[in-house]
């Protein structure tokens, strides 16, 4: 059996299920999205949505990270070359920071760490 689809399937939710698991509290979600073993396309799903309820928060409090949230959405949302981008990581810190993968990690046959700043 493939990996991927193993993962998927242990984990107890397909892609299928994104609404569902959209759904999830805000603090759950903040959990997944950076749970190891989880699916990548999961914790993207899962940190995606923990970075819509932050910025929104931000905003409305005039937060001194929503600058970083900005640059983390925007991060996010270029889709200006090399593929689909996925918010696998996303700190709570002050600052948050993040990590952000390029293709499919739970197909990938190849990963490499290319880049880190800070």
């Not at 984990?11 to 698991?21: E, H, I, R, S």
């Not at 603090?27 to 999961?42: R, T």
């Not at 910025?55 to 200006?80: C, G, K, T, Y």
């Amino acid at each position: 059996m493939d990996r991927s689809v193993y993962r998927r399937n242990r984990f107890g939710v397909t892609p299928t299920d994104v609404a569902d698991l959209q759904a999830l509290p805000i603090a759950v979600l903040a959990q997944i999205g950076n749970l190891e073993g989880a699916p990548y396309w999961a914790r993207g799903v899962a940190n995606r949505r923990v970075l819509d309820a932050r910025l929104e928060a931000a905003e409305r409090m005039e937060s001194p990270d929503l600058p970083a949230l900005r640059d983390i959405n925007a991060s996010v949302h270029d889709q200006s070359h090399l593929g689909k981008r996925t918010l696998i990581a996303l700190t709570a810190d002050s600052p948050p920071l993040a990590a952000i993968s390029i293709g499919d990690l739970d197909t990938a046959t190849n990963v490499r760490d290319c880049c880190r700043f800070g």
